[in-house]
C-alpha cells in the first residue's frame, strides 16, 4: 500500500492540468505575442526600428514585455524576444487604436478565462486527491485519470538500490556485520 502525499497529489495535477490546457495555453502565448509585436510596430515606427537595428545591441534599452493601457486596463504583453525601445522598462503605453483597444482587451479575456477554468480544475482534482490517503484509493475512486496518476505510482513504488560497493563501504566503517560472542 503506497500513500499519496503532496507531492504526488501536486504531480498529479500539474500533468492533468498540462495535458488538458497545455495546447490552448500555447496557442494563447503565441497569440498575445503577435500582438505584442503589433503594438510594438505602432508605437516604434519602421524607420525607427531600422535605425535601432543598426545600432550596438548593448547600448539599447530592450524589452521583452510591454505594458499598454488599453482603453484603461493596463495590460502587459509578452514578446517572444527582447527588442529595441526607446523607453523605459516601467512606462506604459498608451494605446489611440479603438481597434487594436478591443483587440488587446480580447486576448486579455481569453487570457483570464484560461487561468480560470486552470484553477477550476486545480480545485476540482484537488478536492478529490486529498479524499484518497492511497493510490489504491485513487485507483478505485478515480479510475478515468490512470494515465495521470499511474506515473506518479510507478515512481513512488519503485526503491532504489544502493551499489553494493557503498554498503559494503558503510559496514565497514561501522563494523558491521557484528559478529556473535
Not at 503565441?30 to 550596438?56: F, G, I, S
Request: glycine fraction near 4%; hydrophobic fraction near 45%.
Amino acid at each position: 500500500m503506497t500513500k499519496l502525499t503532496n507531492i504526488s497529489r501536486d504531480s498529479i495535477i500539474d500533468a492533468a492540468i498540462a495535458d488538458r490546457f497545455g495546447e490552448k495555453q500555447e496557442e494563447l502565448i503565441a497569440k498575445r505575442a503577435k500582438l505584442a509585436m503589433k503594438v510594438y510596430d505602432t508605437v516604434v515606427t519602421k524607420e525607427e526600428q531600422k535605425l535601432l537595428a543598426k545600432v550596438y545591441r548593448v547600448w539599447l534599452r530592450t524589452a521583452d514585455c510591454l505594458r499598454a493601457n488599453a482603453g484603461g486596463w493596463i495590460i502587459e504583453l509578452r514578446l517572444e524576444e527582447p527588442l529595441p525601445t526607446k523607453w523605459s522598462w516601467h512606462e506604459t503605453i498608451n494605446l489611440t487604436d479603438p481597434a487594436l483597444i478591443e483587440e488587446v482587451r480580447a486576448c486579455a479575456n481569453e487570457m483570464q478565462d484560461l487561468r480560470d477554468a486552470k484553477d477550476n480544475a486545480h480545485r476540482l482534482l484537488g478536492t478529490l486527491l486529498r479524499e484518497a490517503k492511497t493510490f489504491a484509493q485513487l485507483k478505485a475512486a478515480w479510475p478515468d485519470g490512470k494515465a495521470y496518476w499511474e506515473p506518479v505510482w510507478i515512481a513512488a513504488t519503485d526503491k532504489v538500490a544502493l551499489p553494493a560497493v557503498q554498503v559494503a563501504e558503510v559496514n565497514k566503517a561501522f563494523g558491521l556485520p557484528k559478529e556473535a560472542a
